[in-house]
């Protein structure tokens, strides 16, 4: 099944894709994202597929724990903006990535289904605290709101994997993310379990998980560093953002996606326990920002 689109399509990327004439190149970041850093806005929507060729399907240097700066720049192949599907050549793909830029999603804010900025806002963020913090039945309804909006995304970005997780979950009765109760019926949008939170340049080993869920959908945004921040700084940095490092992995496949290009949320699903995957150092040279990222997990 591919997890992108709707369950019982074709499971195995086009046999002529865009990258077919570069695959051997795994530096050629240029051919993959159509050439174009400036391209119109909707063609980031389109999914642009990098197969993976033969040769670069096994990591260059098991010899290091964390793979440096040089190793990334002389054998990896790196993604950094658009939509993105890979894949090994002829194989079943095991990740989509897309960023989106924050004046993208500033001017959405108008659309519920599209609020990332609304939602995340300061005035969204205190009210929530509020509603958690002085009144148990608002504090449901605001645990199930937040659910439904990430639910809503993965619908609208990976409706298989969305489609996958919430039969795992279903399937093996476990409790969902919005319940504050168990057992307690199900919505329409419930797929997962808890979320996982990272913040203050984590960074870990190369692994893959042990959740029961063979899909992950992880999230990352750029923020103000809770540990330094004035309360004249917003939440979101989105705007002089100076974090170095910090790229996302997959070095059996020599590819990593870099969160530094767009300022904006990266979002990504990708077979997080069957494939080796890392998050690599990172830092903010000013100490006032730090990348925060969460996944949606399900465990036994």
Not at 33 to 61: A, L
């Amino acid at each position: 099944m591919v997890p992108f689109v709707a369950s019982g399509s074709l499971a195995v990327l086009p046999p002529h894709d865009p990258v077919s004439a570069v695959e051997e190149d795994p530096h050629n970041d240029e051919e993959v994202m159509d050439q174009d850093d400036n391209q119109p806005k909707e063609d980031t929507q389109k999914p642009h597929f990098y197969c993976v060729p033969p040769s670069c399907q096994d990591d260059p240097r098991k010899d290091k724990l964390f793979t440096s700066q040089e190793t990334l720049d002389e054998h990896y192949h790196r993604l950094s903006f658009g939509t993105c599907i890979i894949a090994p050549r002829n194989q079943v793909a095991f990740c989509k990535v897309q960023w989106i830029p924050f004046d993208s999603i500033w001017r959405k804010s108008s659309d519920p289904d599209q609020s990332v900025g609304r939602f995340c806002s300061v005035g969204k963020m205190k009210n929530a605290m509020k509603r958690a913090q002085y009144n148990p039945i608002s504090e449901a309804a605001g645990i199930q709101e937040a659910s439904d909006f990430i639910s809503l995304q993965l619908q609208k970005f990976a409706p298989g994997v969305f489609e996958s997780c919430r039969q795992l979950l279903i399937n093996s009765r476990f409790p969902s993310m919005a319940h504050m109760e168990y057992p307690s019926p199900y919505t329409e949008n419930d797929f997962t379990s808890f979320l996982t939170f990272t913040m203050h340049n984590f960074y870990n080993k190369p692994h893959m998980d042990s959740d029961v869920n063979n899909w992950t959908l992880v999230i990352w945004i750029p923020i103000f560093n809770p540990l330094t921040r004035t309360k004249a700084d917003p939440v979101m940095a989105d705007e002089g953002f100076d974090m170095l490092g910090g790229q996302f992995t997959f070095r059996d496949f020599w590819v990593y996606l870099d969160l530094k290009q767009v300022l904006g949320v990266t979002m990504c699903v990708f077979k997080s326990n069957s494939v080796n995957h890392q998050t690599l150092r990172g830092a903010s040279q000013s100490g006032r920002y730090t990348r925060i990222g969460f996944s949606c997990q399900m465990s036994n």
